[in-house]
């Protein structure tokens, strides 16, 4: 129950170093609808005696249709009447007007993507600014939203290191960390094919041209040791000022989370478990179900 629209049909977001990219030719959007069905869907999930962490934005950003779309205030109403589940909508944009009236009961998490101000302006064509998308999530925690927030993909570049340090200080300007539920991490990485698809569409750019190697997963990844580099200040910088945030890796091995953040989450669900109990915490869940 979707319609695929073609992304100039509506909206010029455009980022170089998406993976659907390799997907999808040409790139699109696309719409879901069926809300009743997946109401009956949901309804089931609420039943269960479980912990669950849901989020859209997988195929299309969470809230790009915000402005047109049922979806994003059904959702989001359709969480605040049970206490198991949490919603995450994650976006690049600033379409979050139609949602603050709405009565969430803390079960909906809002959360932006954020990067530095150079690969926002040269890589991700079309977005909301870093001021504005920061400047929406203080809108959104007065409001009585939950937030979190992505740093994926880190771009490693000359000066790097200090813009994403900026970036840091700039988040908690405008918001207060004790409702951030988690920041997750993630450099930049790409299974081969998508270098040909960025040269392509993407002329000017240079993301893919970066000290790369071959992962055992088959995506091309900055070699180690950067990679290390710039998660260990991004972490430091956060530490001095949320220093009991929640922070996780996306898709890094067991050397980098022991370098960088002193432990590896070894056991079978493990990080499941750390998410659920912060989901828990913040966001009004039955903790009983933990």
Partial sequence: DYTILHCGTFCTMDCSYCILQSYFHPPVLQYFAGLEKMKTILDRTFEQKRIYRIGTGEYTDSLIWEKVSLMPRFLVETFAGQDNSLLELKTKTVNIDSLLPLYHNEKTVLTWSVNTREVIRTE?????????????????????????????????????????????????????????????LGSFRFMPGLKSVIEQRFKESIICYGEFILGLDNKMRYFKPLRIRIYQKIINAIRQIAPDLLLYFCMEDREVWEKCMGFFPSKDGELGTMLDQSAVSHCKLNPDLL
């Fill in 124 to 184: 991700e064509k079309g977005t909301a600014s870093l001021t504005a998308r920061l400047k929406a999530a203080r809108k959104a925690q007065k409001a009585g939203f939950k937030l979190a927030f992505h740093f994926d993909p880190i771009v490693i570049y000359p000066g790097c290191e200090e813009d994403y340090e900026q970036v840091i200080r700039e988040m908690f300007t405008y918001v207060d960390p004790k409702d951030i539920v988690w920041i997750s």
